[in-house]
């Protein structure tokens, strides 16, 4: 070969025993008698567990986050217990939201609810130039890490929902959704807490618990507990919460039932009986009945933008018909002040004051 022509490195072909070969890698494996027996660790007892993921799942508009603003509050007030009488996890916990409002719409439900203040806290995201980065658990895993081992008396993290903190990936992928789920999972163990998400059901009607999660049936394989939540098909502002799979629980634990009142939720004393299935076969719920319930939990914290109860309804798969219809059921009044209308409910105390 000319010498002007340079020699390569896919010229030089070693001899066999000059070769460099790759040690191929082993599994890991573990004896059995190396392996240390753990507990199985609990939030709330047979509901919610530690050390895994728990879903809060239903259509918008059912109660879900009203119900984790209540659960939270409980967690982080050492004075309260769970709403069955047993006792909690207390401690800190990071909640993050994709959707509602934090001024507007969260923390004035959880100070509504008897929150600890000085344990809780909210993940905004990521500073991003002049925005900020909603959280993206694969990207930031590492991120969140850190803040949960500077914070070490966390006892829970609170996705709302769980699709909104997992980038790009795509949720009707498995390979996606159970990387994501992975990543959470270890956390999770890693650090002895419980992430309790919401997510919502898929837009057809599905007569089988196990169909009805929306996505990937990855998200519903990665969970430890899931916990369906539907209107009473005869009763629209009473709440129905049915335990559709616990992996750790020794017995299939009760459901629960809830109104909200007065910007609170208050349970029943009687535990609901149905299992998952008989809860999603019942009678379907009106768009309407539900954008009713949704609309008047909504204002019942006070009078509301009209602007900011539209996208809100908007993210709910509220259509703009059917929230002109619920409006006009709940018998939702409007109010302007300057640029603005207003929307609250015809028994607010603060508009009368007011006005």
């Given amino acids: 070969m000319p010498a002007s022509e340079g020699i390569t490195a896919a010229d030089i072909i070693l001899p066999a025993q000059q070769q460099i070969l790759l040690p191929r890698p082993e599994l890991l494996i573990v004896r059995s008698h190396d392996v240390q027996t753990e507990q199985v660790g609990w939030l709330w007892q047979e ?5 895994g993921i728990n879903l809060c799942c239903g259509r918008g508009g059912i109660g879900k986050t009203f119900f984790l603003c209540d659960l939270v509050a409980r967690i982080t007030n ?35 609810h008897g929150v600890d203040r000085e344990r809780l806290e909210y993940i905004k995201g990521l500073p991003s130039g002049d925005y900020c980065q909603l ?18 008396d966390t006892v ?3 996705l709302d929902p769980i699709s909104s903190f997992q980038g790009g990936a795509d ?3 498995v390979s996606a959704v159970r990387q994501f789920t992975a990543v959470l999972t270890q956390i999770s163990e890693e650090f002895d807490i419980a992430i ?11 007569d089988a618990a196990g169909d009805a999660i929306s996505g990937s049936h990855a998200y519903r394989d990665a969970a430890r507990a899931i916990w369906l939540f539907a209107l009473d098909a005869e009763d629209r502002d009473r709440r129905l919460m049915v335990c559709d799979k616990n992996n750790w629980a020794e017995h299939h634990p009760d ?14 004393l009687d535990p609901v009986l149905m299992t ?9 719920c009106r768009p309407v009945d539900i954008a009713v319930s949704w609309l008047i939990a909504r204002l019942t914290a006070g009078r509301q933008p009209a602007i900011d109860i539209q996208a809100a309804a908007a993210l709910e798969n509220i259509s703009d018909r059917t929230l002109t219809r619920a409006k006009k059921k709940a018998e939702v009044q409007s109010l302007r002040e300057g640029d603005c209308w207003y929307w609250h409910l015809p028994d607010d105390t603060t508009i009368k004051n007011a006005t």
Avoid: C, W
């Avoid at 996890?89 to 509504?112: C, F, N, W």
């Avoid at 309790?196 to 599905?206: L, P």
């Avoid at 998952?276 to 379907?284: F, R, V, Y």
């Fill in 47 to 51: 509901r919610f567990v530690v050390g």
């Fill in 78 to 112: 050492d004075s309260l217990t769970a709403p069955n009488g047993q006792p909690l996890r207390h401690g800190r916990v990071l909640y993050s939201t994709g959707e509602d409002h934090i001024g507007k719409i969260i923390e004035p439900r959880m100070q509504a």
């Fill in 135 to 152: 959280l993206d658990v694969l990207q930031h895993a590492d991120v969140l890490r850190d803040a949960i081992s500077k914070r070490p």
């Fill in 156 to 158: 829970a993290i609170v």
């Fill in 171 to 173: 949720s009707n992928k």
């Fill in 196 to 206: 309790i998400a919401i997510h919502h059901f898929s837009k057809a009607k599905r």
């Fill in 255 to 268: 459901g629960l039932a809830y109104r909200i009142v007065n910007g609170r939720i208050e349970y029943e």
């Fill in 276 to 284: 998952s299935d008989e809860l999603l076969s019942q009678p379907a």
